[in-house]
């Protein structure tokens, strides 16, 4: 019933979701009114530019109606632990914030990163399914610890489309970036996963100490072998990028971040020096560059490249609207009609 | 015109917006686009959940757009003093606030809590009458100082579900519980009326010293003695269970936190004990648990209640769509066709 | 294609545009769902109330979605310069900022005030062409550092109508008002220049060392020239007001905020007594009185003159509703089709 991880999904339906996104982009009135009177909630535990705007926007173009909420502005924050008495600021716990929205509408999204404080946790999603698990309608994972199902599908919709159909062993270079924060690893797992999916042949790119969930990796080359790609991994950037077709930019915090911060933090920027710049570019085989944004012009990208035409960026972010359409539809379609508490009473 | 307080609605009145209430549940695209082109303006001066996402969702199916406000956040704060020159921080008096957006939409809803600094004019609910006296358009109370009437309409629908619409003479048990904070009076209250209107035997369970409003406690003693019901009081919570259909937990602050908070502090906590459990509820005749939430689990109300089948703490929040579909539909049809100012120019 | 400034506007399509704002504020449906399917993004990187509460109606009843977005409030700030690597709290460029959300909307309003850093770029409105120009759908202007032109379109309705369309050699005294904090000029500028525009003759009152920007003053001269009217300067109010068929109140800071903003805080602090009173009002040919609101009672203007019937102020409010229906209306017809990037393959 839930999108919170493609993983879940299988092979025909994440197909048939790419092509749903490549005919929502080419037709932008494609879908339109289909599921009117339907409710959607959008519930943002951090922020967001692209992701709160396009939901609303693929909600509306769909006929469905989007409410936000923002925890801890304009409501209450919630609570998660059921074993303790609710004597905090949290007003209401998640079991009943979830259950009455499940109440209200047809559909729950939701952003929730990492908690940062528990690496098990955060790679099994543990809050992300308990939000879940207190729904009684279609749960639509935002961007969560560890998955960012919506840039997934954005970003193999473009990649589809660029390459025309064929990525089958194309070379997609994730590249690890410097940042001033240690950033979470949804998108890197998701786009990793995505592209191996694809077929590519994927190097993840990165530092020593920024290695990716080992679960991830092992699940990208499985995934990878059965559609004749495959995945693998360096420490050099500049060599990585020879010959490569797709630059897929992106930073993400190491692992130690959990247990000593400071030391991930003073080993992080040691690498200041992983950024795209043109001579990176240059190298590859007339590459595209990718993130999914928001970006840091000049600690992750130059400006000469983001400003270049050979660029998707911007049209990664543009298909999040037509990938969450096609989502939308799909999940409504999985879900059938939705189950409501039957009302006998007539009076 | 406005919708503050039910006791200024006729029986009539108050019993077609139950049924329609109920209709609206059994059927949720009921009354769907029956107010297409109307405007509904929701100023929130205090957090919300269910009231804002619901507010918006019934506007929505009604064919209306809503849109909301919150004061001191994307918007300034409001001044609602004429006496002194305006040299605070408030850049726009309530006046001026309220008959502006009285020019832009059909209908404005309003949540503003007690000040907490006036019991007089907190019973009096001064500031939502000033509120509406501002206002050229309908005005609905989402939560004032003393009264919740969307709450109240959408528990009366439920209990008259509940009980096959046979709710006179039921054993309906008011209880206190205990909260970190002195939560306001206006759920309290509205219960009250609400359950002495439906011709219950309400009885309100509280330690010494956390009375209702004594005119509150008298019209609602009036209300059931027309109704077929009654009203009486105890201090002991398992004594009124024992036979009860219905335990509605609520917490509120004592009457004293308007002159010493602290006394009232210490008091309040005295009382922690005051808690529904399992107990409370083996001695009812197989009560319902019920609450308006946010509710505080562990310190209202154990878990083992709240995740157990005997609660109607869902139904009530859905029902709070339902019921606002009821009222605006109930508002526009008193107000007939919102008279605006003339515009007899033509360019 | 954008709306930043109305001196940009042709007379024909100012007028056209006009006499839209009067047709739609007698007929509130008048276009109503005239551009179903269109999105509308709104940036507000200051407060508001009647402008989003406006635009957000103005779209809606139009058939257009709108989504309004709150840099640092629920999304994170954005960056403005590319020259420096973007190590600071913005996580965003605006220059992607703006050109994701064109991907999304067919139009973008966005509110910028003055920097209050630098006189010749506010002047100049450096920072909204700057989000101009990496928009590639239609800007409107919803208030900047020197323009407010729905604001003026609004007003320029309420005097047409006012004067039964008769504006020229109407006496218009715009009068500075003392207020606790450095406003910008925005709506004095479009305030002046509108007035201009219809044939007044206008004074501008104020304080010495309270000047408009000059540039502003002799595009109203020039304006008022070509359109049989006139723009003066005065002192002194009293004087201005005798035989003022209407007193425009608003209050501005001092040019010299720039460079010594205690200095300029010291100046204004002295003119306290620059407030529009019954006496003030006495002394005109019947005025009426005009702000654009939010306004400060007893700072700004006398609970006697807002609370009695020579006013505009409220219908000035409402006309922004009309207005803005009239220029979102109008910038789409001018943009035709918005040209989006062509999506050649096909799944």
Not at 143 to 151: D, F, G, L, V, Y
Not at 230 to 248: N, Q, T, W
């Given at each position: ?279 990176t570019m240059a190298a590859t085989d007339k590459a595209k560059f990718m993130h999914c944004l928001p970006v840091r012009r000049g600690v992750v990208v130059d400006n000469e490249v983001l400003d270049g035409t050979d660029t998707l960026h911007l049209d990664q972010a543009e298909f999040r609207l037509h990938a969450q359409k096609a989502i939308l539809n799909w999940m409504w379609d999985q879900a059938g009609q939705i189950q409501r508490p039957k009302l006998d009473f007539r009076p």
């Amino acid at each position: 019933m839930h999108l919170l991880d493609w993983n879940d999904v299988a092979d025909s339906d994440w197909n048939v979701c790419i092509e749903q996104a490549l005919l929502n982009g080419a037709d932008r009135r494609r879908l339109e009114n289909s599921h009117s009177g339907k409710n959607v909630g959008l519930v943002f535990f951090n922020d967001s530019l692209r992701t709160r705007v396009s939901m609303e926007l693929a909600s509306s173009s769909l006929g469905a109606t989007p409410v936000t909420i923002t925890p801890g502005s304009g409501t209450w924050g919630f609570a998660w632990d059921k074993s303790k008495p609710m004597l905090g600021p949290e007003a209401e716990h998640i079991q009943e914030a979830v259950g009455v929205l499940s109440r209200y509408v047809d559909l729950l999204g939701v952003r929730l990163f990492a908690s940062g404080t528990n690496w098990d946790n955060d790679m099994q999603d543990t809050m992300l399914k308990q939000f879940a698990a207190a729904s009684t309608v279609p749960v639509l994972n935002l961007e969560s610890a560890t998955r960012h199902p919506c840039q997934a599908l954005a970003d193999a919709a473009v990649l589809t489309r660029h390459f025309s159909g064929n990525t089958t062993r194309k070379k997609f270079v994730l590249s690890w970036a410097y940042h001033p924060k240690a950033l979470p690893m949804a998108v890197p797992h998701s786009t990793l996963l995505m592209a191996a999916r694809l077929g590519m042949d994927v190097t993840v790119a990165r530092p020593e100490g920024f290695e990716l969930d080992p679960d991830v990796m092992a699940k990208a080359r499985d995934s990878a072998a059965r559609n004749g790609g495959s995945v693998a991994e360096s420490y050099d950037l500049p060599k990585s990028a020879d010959g490569a077709h797709i630059v897929y930019a992106k930073a993400w915090g190491g692992h130690a971040r959990y247990t000593d911060p400071s030391a991930e933090a003073e080993e992080r920027h040691r690498h200041k020096d992983w950024r795209v710049t043109e001579g990176t570019m240059a190298a590859t085989d007339k590459a595209k560059f990718m993130h999914c944004l928001p970006v840091r012009r000049g600690v992750v990208v130059d400006n000469e490249v983001l400003d270049g035409t050979d660029t998707l960026h911007l049209d990664q972010a543009e298909f999040r609207l037509h990938a969450q359409k096609a989502i939308l539809n799909w999940m409504w379609d999985q879900a059938g009609q939705i189950q409501r508490p039957k009302l006998d009473f007539r009076p």
